[in-house]
């Protein structure tokens, strides 16, 4: 167990719907990270959050976003899903900076039907 | 910019050989640190190494090394007599404080298959 929390594990839903990916970091860590990764794309850094503020954005479409909780969990929202949405979707967190790598969750599975 | 390539797609291996992972990196920044991180069939990216631009000692644990020479930008991992629990993909990965280390790139990744 990495310390990072990612749920669900797994996640069937249609094209047009929404959904949210929740992930909570290892404990004392304040930043949390988003990628995607895909068969095509490899792993895309989507979005960074420090200490409930929006720190870096990546390769984020205007369909997704994301946020930061006080209790520093965070979520990241999916709408108007598209099949090319399918991925797994991985949730990192690190203490302050990225300096000694990241702790990567087990990530959540979307499909996109 | 900053960008790693990990020009070896597919590794097959029979199990026992030694095989060696290429990484090549590119970044304007004199202050970086490299990563690599192992993903096994289970999907979950495991950390493995940290190394920053400063150290280029070669680091080895147990039946991994790694080697890292900034004059090539090459961060290169090998793994010796290898063993079919080493089958996964392994990423390559960079941060540097130009970008405050807000964002690790990931190479594309090497699939690697040891045959028993």
């Known amino acids: 167990d990495s310390g990072v929390t990612q749920t669900p594990k797994h996640l069937i839903t249609a094209t047009g719907q929404r959904v949210t990916l929740r992930c909570s970091p290892r404990?004392?860590?304040?930043?949390v990270y988003w990628y995607q990764q895909s068969l095509d794309q490899g792993l895309q850094f989507l979005i960074q959050?420090?200490?409930?503020?929006?720190?870096a954005k990546g390769n984020i479409l205007e369909r997704f976003s994301a946020q930061q909780f006080p209790d520093l969990h965070s979520e990241l929202n999916l709408s108007s899903l598209e099949l090319g949405d399918s991925a797994l979707y991985f949730c990192?967190?690190?203490?302050?900076?990225?300096?000694?790598?990241?702790?990567f969750g087990s990530g959540t599975r979307l499909t996109v039907v | 910019a900053q960008k790693v390539t990990q020009a070896q797609t597919e590794i097959s291996v029979v199990e026992k050989e030694d095989v060696t992972l290429d990484c090549v990196y590119e970044?304007?920044?004199?202050?970086?640190?490299l990563f690599w991180y192992k993903q096994p069939p289970s999907g979950e990216l495991v950390f493995l190494i940290r190394?920053?631009?400063?150290?280029?000692q070669n680091e080895i644990s147990g039946r991994y090394s790694w080697n890292f020479q900034k004059s090539t930008s090459s961060f290169n991992f090998t793994i010796t007599a290898s063993q079919v629990v080493d089958s996964a993909v392994y990423f390559c990965?960079?941060?540097?404080?130009?970008?405050?280390?807000?964002?690790?790139?990931f190479g594309a990744g090497t699939r690697l298959t040891v045959k028993p």
């Open positions: 190394r920053n631009s400063f150290d280029e």
């Open positions: 990965a960079l941060s540097s404080r130009l970008y405050n280390n807000n964002d690790m790139r």
């Open positions: 404990s004392g860590d304040l930043s």
């Open positions: 959050y420090y200490n409930g503020e929006e720190r």
């Open positions: 990192a967190s690190s203490q302050r900076t990225g300096d000694y790598g990241y702790t």
């Open positions: 970044t304007r920044d004199t202050t970086y640190y």
